[in-house]
């Protein structure tokens, strides 16, 4: 990680005496994405509101640039640096110019650069057809461009955004997270998204943290959490659709042999003969053929039969009986040219390194129910 913008140590925030956020730690560094992802009230929101300083912990610090916020004054002075955009968008009774200026003129910026401003964030979102438009004309994809451009035009150090996307229509969705993720890459702008979209995390972050219940479960770099999820939870939350329950019935230099159901898996990673383990596969590493590929590299290749096909956005999902249930997603061509459907036999493959083992027990201790 870079050196940290933000940092807290021992966060917590109660309502009453009930504990509703409770974080040992937490560094974002400066020109990261951070995505806060979790089921409702997991926190996030809670957790981005006392990163921005608009809700004072019960207990633990906040530090920006190596400085803790000990004062009110320091925490006024640090809101001015950075800003906040939430779900529905916040604009005033005006026009875009004035709602994407409004926060230059509250910081005293002179006419002549905030009008550059206004004009050089209103071309990046794409609304710069629109300054003279009423913000009551807009619709909620418009207004939200405007929200943000208003926020980019301040030049944060960083940038909180609560679940900005999640009153959109797909379409309007995608084409916004495109524009802000090259806006945040052009800019180095560092921010931190909670969402519970795991898609839209996978588009805008570099750092992924999986909350429940106000705490992290685990953090760390995107693909890192996302292949390499540390508990049950955290490998449901991020898209491991196949869960399964094995046990090591071999390990060999760091390849283990999986039991399952009369079946055998082979994957990579670190476990004891004879030790519980879940095992987790993204659908999106398995692949499907109506045949067994012997020059293929995938170490496991296993009969099954479709059961379902379900449409998936731009894809199919695939559910499948390999003696156990297992999931794949396939493109529209694929799913033609196989001819998917249920009772279509098929042979699933995926490598040992896309079987990700999560250890639950001791040697000959029965893996727990998930």
Not at 12 to 31: E, F, Q
Not at 71 to 92: G, I, N
Not at 300 to 329: A, M, Y
């Amino acid at each position: 990680m870079s050196a940290p913008l933000l940092e807290v140590q021992e966060l917590a925030v109660h309502r009453g005496h009930t504990p509703v956020l409770d974080i040992p730690s937490l560094r974002v560094g400066r020109g990261e994405v951070l995505a806060l992802i979790g089921p409702n009230g997991a926190g996030k929101s809670t957790l981005l509101l006392t990163l921005a300083a608009l809700l004072e912990p019960t207990a633990g610090s906040l530090a920006f640039h190596g400085e803790t916020l000990a004062s009110a004054a320091q925490r006024q002075a640090y809101r001015r640096r950075v800003t906040m955009v939430f779900q529905d968008p916040l604009l005033f009774d005006t026009t875009v110019r004035e709602n994407i200026g409004a926060g230059l003129r509250l910081r005293g910026v002179a006419a002549g650069e905030r009008q550059e401003r206004v004009e050089a964030t209103a071309a990046q979102f794409g609304i710069a057809g629109l300054l003279d438009r009423s913000a009551r004309h807009l619709s909620g994809g418009e207004a939200q461009r405007t929200a943000l451009a208003r926020a980019f035009a301040l030049r944060p150090e960083a940038l909180f955004l609560d679940e900005p996307f999640s009153a959109l229509d797909p379409p309007t969705r995608g084409g916004l997270l495109e524009d802000l993720g090259r806006i945040l890459a052009d800019t180095g702008t560092t921010a931190i998204l909670a969402t519970h979209d795991q898609a839209e995390a996978s588009r805008l972050a570099n750092r992924l943290a999986v909350m429940r219940d106000g705490r992290i479960l685990q953090e760390g770099a995107l693909q890192q959490v996302m292949n390499h999820p540390g508990d049950p939870f955290v490998a449901a939350f991020v898209g491991m659709e196949t869960l399964l329950q094995c046990t090591v019935s071999a390990a060999v230099e760091g390849v283990l042999t999986l039991a399952l159901a009369g079946h055998e898996l082979i994957a990579v990673g670190e476990a004891e003969v004879g030790q519980a383990v879940l095992v987790g596969i993204r659908p999106e590493h398995v692949t499907l053929s109506l045949q067994t590929d012997k020059t293929s590299s995938a170490r496991n290749q296993l009969p099954g039969t479709v059961t379902k096909v379900i449409p998936w956005g731009p894809f199919h999902r695939v559910e499948l009986d390999c003696g156990f249930d297992l999931s794949t997603w396939v493109t529209p061509q694929s799913l033609a040219e196989l001819a998917l459907a249920p009772g279509r036999p098929v042979v699933a493959a995926f490598k040992a390194t896309a079987v990700h083992v999560i250890r639950t027990g001791p040697p000959d201790q029965p893996a727990p129910e998930t």
